[in-house]
């Protein structure tokens, strides 16, 4: 509306016929807790709480563990059975030291 328009307001009457099963107190609260508008925005919320956690997970480091037993390594014998077999492991750690801080403007987001 441009500033100039000359707004005027006209008073208007609702027949009370048409209000009188209406209990607004109880519309009200829900609208405000079990409406489909307020459920989304509580969905809203838990998600945005779980990305954050998230984009906290990138500044940490990642650890894979492995574990194998058998004979899965090359071998001399032709015989290749529990006789020879070997248990190995190990622990793969990744992280992304040399950032330099680049990753935490994306978890400030």
């Avoid at 500033?3 to 519309?27: A, Q, Y």
């Amino acid at each position: 509306i441009p500033t100039n328009e000359e707004i005027v307001l006209k008073e208007f009457m609702v027949p009370e016929n048409l209000t009188t099963g209406i209990d607004f107190e109880k519309d009200l609260d829900v609208a405000l807790n079990n409406s489909l508008s307020a459920k989304l925005a509580v969905n809203k919320v838990d998600y945005a709480s779980a990305e954050k956690i998230v984009a906290r997970s990138s500044l940490l480091p990642q650890i894979d563990a492995f574990g194998t037993y058998g004979t899965s390594k090359e071998s001399h014998h032709y015989d290749n059975s529990f006789d020879n077999a070997e248990w190995r492991g190990g622990v793969s750690v990744k992280w992304d030291v040399f950032s330099f801080g680049s990753t935490i403007d994306q978890y400030s987001v």
